[in-house]
């Protein structure tokens, strides 16, 4: 592949304002300082997640991709740096149809699941509900974020504090 650099400095070909115009693209910065060939290839899985026009056989294919790769990690930081709504729910939807182990990342995905946009919430209820045994201290400081988490989703907030409250007995 040839880059043409003239053309990439070029101000009329190339608009470096459009990369950040969240209506034509989603963008997730992951840091890759320091990644081998194996992480940076799973960075890519991850960001192609981002593609609406990506088929389910497709993300089905990522999705055992990137538990294969234990992308655990990736993705926990794809998460945190998404700062589109519409991109975390589809990496956070992406944690559990990976069938990636988030149970050390519990809390996280309650304080998620306590977000006022539902369709974030319903996601990071869902990673909720698949981790594995969590810890009496976890579990109670838990509790106490989702009695004060959003009001705008009562149902969710209910089946929340119904899980916490299950796993604790």
């Not at 459009?18 to 840091?31: A, D, P, R």
């Not at 977000?115 to 594995?132: H, I, K, P, R, Y």
Request: with cysteine; proline share 1%; aromatic share 8%.
């Amino acid at each position: 592949m040839s880059v043409n650099i003239k053309e990439l400095l070029d101000d009329e070909e190339f608009d470096p304002k459009k990369l950040f115009n969240e209506e034509e693209y989603s963008t997730v910065i992951i840091n890759r300082e320091g990644f081998s060939r194996k992480d940076n290839t799973t960075a890519d899985l991850i960001e192609s997640l981002l593609d609406k026009e990506m088929s389910r056989e497709e993300k089905e294919a990522v999705f055992a991709k990137l538990k294969d790769a234990k992308a655990r990690q990736l993705l926990m930081s794809a998460i945190t740096q998404a700062t589109r709504t519409d991109d975390k729910v589809m990496l956070t939807a992406a944690c559990w149809e990976s069938g990636l182990d988030f149970t050390g990342d519990y809390y996280f995905f309650v304080d998620l699941a306590c977000n006022d946009d539902f369709q974030l919430s319903l996601e990071a209820l869902t990673v909720v509900e698949n981790c594995d045994t969590v810890d009496k201290n976890t579990l109670e400081r838990s509790l106490e974020r989702a009695k004060t988490g959003s009001q705008k989703n009562p149902e969710l907030a209910n089946d929340l504090m119904e899980d916490i409250r299950r796993r604790l007995h």
